[in-house]
């Protein structure tokens, strides 16, 4: 059993409603950071905050669009996302403004802290641990990169997870070995795992008007950034190796 509640907050002068979910029982738990993808807080992430509750931790996905989705939209997307990735104050402050929601949960263990992020929300909380937020641990999805400088990760606290596909034409193989030359430079714990065939975004099943998942489809009807594909079978093992990273790194005793 788990509680889940929206928690809102004020950041970059918007109102922004987040949400929070948690295991039923007294803590402390671990704590897990949320980065949405570029397109928005949609189900997908909501529900990475549930399952994750349901594995023994605490989690709240962060709401850097201001409760805004660009599903279909892609122009308006990267209109509101270019911008944010070039500013590294923005995104820390960004990112810092939900972390403080997170860590005000009275059962939140702040020193079994992780992070987790996809996209440009997975740029976000590499953000905050270049900056020496005390992550145990940092799984990021297919994220925006930033230059790969050593100098950059010197107070980095734990491992880090970094997974995309090899046709992805926005988050490149090559462009992730190249960022973790820098992460062993500076000596961190890292791990990369590429899989096969897969494209930008393939955790995002494709969608009915309504909302509701299309099965058996892999192509999306509404428009995206180029080289967008749903993976299901990828899917699964990148949120397989997540909860493996964070059961070795937070240690909770509820994995199934």
Not at 177 to 183: D, E, P, S, Y
Not at 217 to 236: D, I, L, R, W
Request: charged share 20%; glycine share 12%; net charge negative.
């Amino acid at each position: 059993m788990i509680a889940t509640r929206e928690v809102s907050y004020d950041a970059d002068g918007l109102t922004r409603v987040a949400p929070r979910a948690r295991p039923h029982g007294e803590g402390p738990w671990p704590a897990v950071l949320i980065g949405h993808d570029g397109i928005g807080l949609d189900d997908y992430q909501r529900g990475r905050a549930d399952d994750l509750a349901e594995h023994g931790y605490i989690a709240l996905a962060m709401d850097y669009h201001g409760g805004q989705l660009f599903s279909g939209n892609p122009e308006a997307m990267l209109a509101r996302v270019m911008p944010l990735m070039a500013d590294a104050d923005r995104m820390q402050a960004l990112g810092r403004a939900a972390l403080d929601v997170l860590l005000a949960v009275p059962d939140a263990d702040p020193g079994r802290l992780a992070a987790l992020g996809y996209g440009a929300g997975g740029r976000i909380v590499l953000e905050l641990a270049s900056a020496g937020v005390p992550f145990k641990a940092v799984a990021v999805v297919h994220p925006g990169l930033p230059a790969a400088r050593p100098a950059d990760w010197a107070n980095v606290t734990g491992p880090f997870l970094l997974c995309t596909g090899s046709e992805d034409p926005i988050c490149r193989p090559d462009q992730l070995l190249t960022f973790t030359r820098a992460l062993q430079d500076a000596g961190v714990d890292w791990r990369v795992n590429v899989y096969g065939g897969a494209k930008h975004a393939f955790w995002a099943q494709p969608r009915n008007p309504d909302g509701s998942p299309l099965t058996g489809v892999t192509t999306h009807a509404q428009a995206t950034v180029p080289g967008v594909g749903y993976h299901p079978a990828h899917a699964v093992r990148a949120w397989r190796a997540v909860l493996d990273l964070l059961d070795e790194t937070l240690g909770t005793d509820d994995r199934e």
